[in-house]
């Protein structure tokens, strides 16, 4: 009991990054007492802690300056006490030591970082209370983007999982915290917290931490086997198995988040009429409120749910009715205001159709729930995420001079591909060969040749976009240090089995992806892959996002979606589905600005009809807006 205490005391009063896991696991059970406690607030500040530690100060640029604040070598003679002056006189090989430092000193002193160089780092750093650590959190959200809505996803603590391989912890039963950093009611009102647990949480858990392994058993298989009309047939009898599996994965996901999952709907779009439609249903709220005497919680949801009414059902309005109150009258009352709310709605958008869409939201996700298919909960939202909110912060304050209504803006001109480097995707590279050479000749291209590390730090991290397409993530041609120790001036895809799904490195530690690195070299935003994908696939869902994002090289080509799938898959030749066929010089509407709206179209299943299909691409960083293609509409 006692070495519990003190160890509480120490990791009470050190920063996350300086402990590591440890940390990680003491803070999440601080985040589980003081909800249990009643202390909401505190348990807030909790999990935001939690999910910041030494990988993630590994993994970015500015944690090279720390080196230069090592001491001087006057400075360490001047501290050393006379025991260790007495012994140093009689230690060549410190005397070494300090002279060679001293030789380093002499060719180029030690610059001190500035203050603004380490504030993107760990803002929680000096925080020595929950209370005081919950006003930087709120400080830290409001002084983001008014568009963005940032929701905070951790994953509770369990004793059971302190020290065991990560496998075993994703499989492992615990509380999900969902917690509203940053809402359509902030800053008047600050961050909310709602806690889901249950065995069907738990069996959940269970399903997804096998998911990809089911997945492999069914596509991974040697092609010489696959011959017979009868292994064929049973091949995509397996896979029809599992789409179905996993298409009840996301529904029970969504029941367990029932009614809640309104939740995940980002701020509607800053015109007047949604202006002024906002302000009368939150001066409507806030008197109901205030008359049955509510607390900010219940108001907070209830404005959620306000925002977003006409794209809820009778059904789900009535179940939030009923979450928000245990008074009969309070939830008639309740429903019966948000109907109306859904009706103005209706009203106000078949005016001003801008009304109807949404900023992107900001899913702050815990490792340990990066593989839970977060986006299939709203669909039609854009989404966009993240490992943290320091990692968030950082990406923030470097870009904040490119982002414009909540979307880093960037205008693409020049690219480059790297396509098949390992040369053993011949269907693949075919078809993407064609894609680029007709949609994008203009930019540079590396079709079956391995890059080495000086042409992607050179050409490809200095480009306006990057795409990668081929095995993985590419981490096996450009080492993860490296990237982090770059800068990666633009947009990067990873087209490639499990290209950002986050894995370990051994017995318990910190999990990681390959877009902890290209964060950590401040790549503003990263398209990925959360678990393997069949080559055909990935190939149609990649170039059809391409396409929608970025401007050809002449208009003269046929817009990506009037193209004969059927040849181009087989064969890569590309032709019109019909011989009238136009070109994209009459299509002044094909392109999409946002690039989490597209990504957001692939998982409405309307790029690729099959959820195994569509459901592993995820947006990680900054929501990224192409002004080449679109003008912001406000």
């Known amino acids: 009991m006692l070495e519990e205490l003190r160890e509480a005391k120490v990791l009470a009063n050190v920063t996350s990054a300086d402990v590591g896991p440890e940390a990680k696991e003491y803070n ?29 100060m590994r993994y970015i640029t500015e944690a090279e300056e720390l080196e230069k604040l090592r001491p001087t070598t006057e400075e360490l003679i001047r501290s050393a006490s006379n025991q260790e002056k007495v012994d140093y006189k009689s230690n060549k090989l410190w005397q070494s030591i300090l002279k060679r430092l001293q030789e380093v000193e002499q060719q180029k002193p030690p610059e001190q970082p ?54 075993e912890i994703m499989a492992s039963n615990g509380a999900i915290y969902l917690s509203l950093l940053r809402h359509c009611r902030s800053p008047q009102l600050g961050p909310i917290c709602l806690r889901f647990a249950g065995d069907k949480l738990a069996n959940l858990f269970r399903e997804y931490s096998t998911m990809v392994q089911r997945f492999k058993r069914v ?73 049955n005497q509510w607390s900010s919680h219940q108001r907070v949801l209830l404005s959620q749910a306000a925002l977003h009414a006409n794209r809820l059902d009778s059904a789900n309005l009535k179940l939030i009715s009923y979450e928000l109150s245990s008074n009969e009258n309070e939830i008639q009352s309740v429903y019966d205001m948000l109907k109306d709310f859904a009706s103005d709605w209706n009203q106000v958008e078949e005016r001003q159709p801008l009304v109807g869409r949404r900023f992107p939201t900001i899913l702050v996700v815990d490792e340990r729930l990066d593989h839970f298919n977060w986006e299939q909960l709203v669909t039609v939202q854009e989404f966009t995420r993240i490992k943290s909110l320091h990692c968030l912060w950082r990406l923030f304050q470097i870009h904040k001079s490119k982002i414009k209504h909540g979307y880093f803006t960037t205008n693409i001109k020049q690219g480059m591909c790297v396509i098949n480097p390992d040369a053993d995707l011949v269907n693949s590279s075919r078809r993407l060969r064609s894609f680029f050479e007709y949609w994008l000749p203009q930019w540079k291209h590396m079709f079956d040749t391995v890059p080495n590390e000086e042409v992607i730090l050179k050409q490809a991290f200095q480009a306006d976009c990057f795409v990668y397409a081929g095995h993985g993530s590419g981490l096996q041609y450009v080492n993860g240090r490296t990237i982090s120790r770059a800068q990666v001036c633009g947009v990067v895809f990873l087209f490639g089995c499990d290209s950002t799904r986050m894995l370990g490195t051994g017995l318990y530690s910190a999990l990681y992806g390959a877009h902890d690195y290209y964060h950590g070299a ?3 935003s990263i398209v990925g892959t959360l678990m393997p994908a069949l080559d055909g696939n990935i190939d149609t869902v990649s170039a059809t996002a391409l396409s929608l994002w970025l401007a050809p090289g002449t208009k003269q080509v046929i817009p990506w979606t009037q193209i004969d799938r059927v040849p181009w898959l087989k064969s890569g030749i590309i032709k019109g589905k019909e011989k009238s066929a136009t070109t994209m010089s009459v299509e002044p509407n094909y392109h999409l600005g946002s690039l989490c709206s597209i990504i957001s179209l692939v998982h409405q299943g309307k790029v690729e009809p099959q959820v195994y299909n569509y459901s592993i691409y995820v947006c990680r960083g900054l929501p990224a807006w192409n002004l080449a293609v679109e003008k912001m509409p406000l």
């Not at 601080?30 to 990988?55: C, L, W």
């Not at 994965?249 to 709907?265: E, G, K, M, Q, T």
């Open 28 to 56: 999440l059970l601080r985040a589980d007492e003081e909800y249990r406690n009643g202390n909401v607030d505190h348990s807030i500040y909790y999990q935001v802690k939690a999910q910041f530690h030494s990988t993630d």
């Open 114 to 167: 500035t203050k603004d160089a380490l504030e993107y780092m760990d803002f929680l750093e000096d925080v020595r209370n929950a209370t005081e650590g919950l006003t930087r959190i709120s400080d830290i959200c409001n002084a983001m983007p008014n568009e963005w809505c940032i929701l905070h996803l951790c994953k509770g603590f369990n004793p059971a999982t302190t020290y065991s391989v990560f496998n």
């Open 219 to 291: 596509v991974f298989v040697d092609p010489l086997n696959v011959k017979s009309r009868e292994v064929k047939q049973k091949y995509w009898e397996e896979l029809k198995v599992f789409e179905s599996y996993l298409q009840k994965l996301h529904a029970n996901l969504r029941d367990i988040f029932l009614p809640y999952s309104f939740l995940f709907f980002g701020k509607r779009y800053d015109c007047s009429d949604a202006q002024r439609q906002a302000k009368i249903i939150y001066s409507r709220v806030d008197d109901f409120c205030l008359l």
């Open 522 to 524: 401040l790549c503003p």
